[in-house]
Nanobody
Framework: VQLQASGGGLVQAGDSLRLSCLASGGTLRNYDMGWFRQAPGKEREFVSGIRWSSGTTYYTDSVTGRFTISRDNAKNTVYLQMNSLKPEDTAVYYC???????????????WGKGTLVTVSS
């Protein structure tokens, strides 16, 4: 499975963006999917995830209430709607297929190419 994230860009604080993650070469239907981000000089961190079976969603505390993850299995695409963006959300965002039920980076099966989100104050 190959993943391609898109939708990043330069926005101002308070603006919104929607990231998309399109899969090719396979289906996302049976995978838990996660969004991660990596800011300059920092480690890659979990942002949000969605279970393939139940659709249950998970968020890191800093984005809860502002970000929403969703998936469209028919389109083989996972989305991350990001509202009320803050400068600290600036990072390269990556989508990933997960295994083992964990949201740790060590549980990533496939990484997508990232998309840069820059939020100016």
């Amino acid at each position: 499975v190959q993943l391609q994230a898109s939708g990043g860009g330069l926005v101002q604080a308070g603006d919104s963006l929607r990231l998309s993650c399109l899969a090719s070469g396979g289906t996302l239907r049976n995978y838990d999917m996660g969004w991660f981000r990596q800011a300059p000089g920092k480690e890659r961190e979990f942002v949000s995830g969605i279970r393939w079976s139940s659709g249950t969603t998970y968020y890191t505390d800093s984005v809860t209430g502002r970000f929403t993850i969703s998936r469209d299995n028919a389109k083989n695409t996972v989305y991350l709607q990001m509202n009320s963006l803050k400068p600290e959300d600036t990072a390269v965002y990556y989508c990933a297929t997960m295994y083992g039920g964990s949201w740790r980076t060590s549980s990533v099966l496939y990484w997508g190419k990232g998309t840069l989100v820059t939020v100016s104050s």
